[in-house]
């Protein structure tokens, strides 16, 4: 239960913070859950607990960012996404103090990597980067891209797919792409509602590193 409130405070500092992102963490955990758990069945090694935390905290770096350049509207400047490009370190640095495993913390610190290389904050490509990771990146987009931010409105959840799908082998890992076309329905449900989603009651037992 502790551990739950100190989750929840953390995300409520991050949605003052930036008010486009309401409940953004809350949605790339439940669609990371769901997806996680359709790769899991098919024998992909998901760690649950692991994603659970990962996912709900991925952003936590933005406590550090400017509101200013979170809430921008029109295109950030370069030196501005420089300093956005910096939340995925400060955030598992955050994680680390609060004494989150060495599995969360690489999680959160490479979950803007791109399958191709071209992502940040290490450059690192494809199997390389820790399979959670890569979870977590299609979510993240996934919910981005059907969310309205201060620079554009949202897409459909239907258009949000064909971009994820495109960009397989690029941005996403390709193999990831028949477990995507299967879950997408209950992720289009969800996008369709964004209704309050509630933090995942039971997967904390990798909190705090135990």
């Not at 008010?19 to 990371?32: A, C, N, P």
């Not at 300093?83 to 995925?88: R, S, T």
């Not at 004494?99 to 690489?106: E, G, L, Q, R």
């Amino acid at each position: 239960m502790e551990a739950e409130k100190g989750i929840e405070s953390l995300i409520l500092a991050i949605e003052m913070v930036d008010d486009y992102t309401k409940g953004h963490s809350k949605r790339v955990q439940e669609y990371s859950l769901l997806f996680g758990e359709t790769l899991k069945r098919a024998g992909y090694p998901v760690d649950l607990d692991v994603l659970s935390t990962s996912s709900i905290l991925h952003d936590v770096g933005k406590l550090q960012i400017p509101a200013a350049i979170l809430q921008k509207k029109g295109r950030l400047t370069d030196e501005e996404f420089e300093v956005i490009k910096k939340h995925p370190v400060v955030g598992a640095e955050i994680a680390e103090k609060l004494n989150y495993s060495k599995d969360i913390i690489s999680t959160i610190y490479h979950h803007h990597e791109r399958y191709d290389g071209k992502g940040y904050p290490s450059q690192i490509a494809g199997e390389n980067i820790p399979f959670l990771s890569r979870v977590i990146t299609v979510c993240d987009t996934f919910d981005a891209l059907t969310s309205n931010r201060s620079y554009r409105n949202a897409l459909t959840p239907h258009q949000a797919k064909e971009i994820i799908l495109e960009n397989m082998g690029t941005q996403f890992d390709p193999s990831f792409e028949p477990y995507f076309r299967q879950v997408y329905p209950s992720l289009e449900e969800i996008a369709l509602n964004k209704s309050e989603v509630q933090i995942a009651p039971t997967l904390f037992s990798e909190k705090y590193g135990s």
